[in-house]
């Protein structure tokens, strides 16, 4: 366990956890998360270091009794043997912050399986949707029309996703790193709740929760926080980050589809995962109109209607499903 502090730097995990400490504190003000903002924004390293300290310092909120009884035993603190149970955590994080970080990381056992196992998948049809809960704890919620893998190496906690759409829930395991594979892209976590979305060539991940990496293969991640939204075209290296709402990214989840200023062509691939019926545009310019509403899932005639009120489009039947085309062309 030692060696996963080493390559994070014991200095970094040290600064880390008297991070989630200084923060946790009752009298933290806003120039301590402003510090805070500073020593994230100051390597990509920083980020992950406090999302592993963060994950172990709930995790020994929960198993508190037993670790605090190890954590005398081995005499971390002379003074603090006695360790009252409200203030056990305090203790064990603060003083000698990397020995107590090190000593944690050893006595706290692994989720995720330790040996390898072959990839196992799952996948829905049109407008179905499935929950699946992981060998680690950890759960996938998986929209229409979706797919993913997983698998355990042993070292780390693999998935990937063909096709689709998933909000991950990620038990908490900062010895075994939840990778998953989307497209040109690999999110990284440890435990956070996030959506990835994969229609075509268009991926977004979005995070609810923690805090999540998304990289490629030039090695550069870019680090999500909550409220955050990363869109990229696969084969480009664009990949903006905007705020979003969680509400909104999780709607699906109910039944609701929620967009602010989204491209129709978003809207378009969220519908042809939900109906049998293909919807198409008529023409490729309408793929980037900006398209702000709800859509709720029961009909897919109700529900192609309600996107026409909400937009200067009209649909049509054809043998190959259902055609939006601009209004205006209507008059022509």
Known sequence: MSV??????????????????????PDAAEADFMAFDHWLDASPRHGWAYDQALSLWQ?????????????AAYDLSRQNRALPKQNWRW???????????LLAFMLWPSHAPTQSHPWQSWQTTKGERSTIMLADGSRVDLAGDSKVSVRYDGDTRQVAMDD???MFDVAKDAQHPFLIKAGDRTVRVVGTAFDVRLRGDQLSVSVQRGIVEVAGDDGNPVR?????????QLGTNDQPVIDAAPEE???????????RDRPLSEVVADLNAQFSQPVSLADRRLADIKFSGVLVLDDEEKVVHRLTL????FSSTSPTGIVLRAKEASAQ
């Open 4 to 25: 996963k502090l080493q390559l994070n730097g014991e200095e970094i995990a040290s600064a880390a956890a008297e991070w989630v400490v200084r923060l946790a504190r």
């Open 59 to 71: 995790e020994l909120d929960r198993r508190g009794p037993v670790l605090s009884d190890r954590l």
């Open 91 to 101: 203790a064990a994080l603060t003083g000698t912050v990397a020995a107590s970080l």
């Open 164 to 166: 689709g759409e998933a």
């Open 224 to 232: 999500l926080t909550p409220g955050k939204r990363l869109d990229h």
């Open 249 to 259: 990214i999780f709607a699906w989840r109910s039944g609701r589809l929620i967009y």
């Open 310 to 313: 909400l937009t200067p489009l």
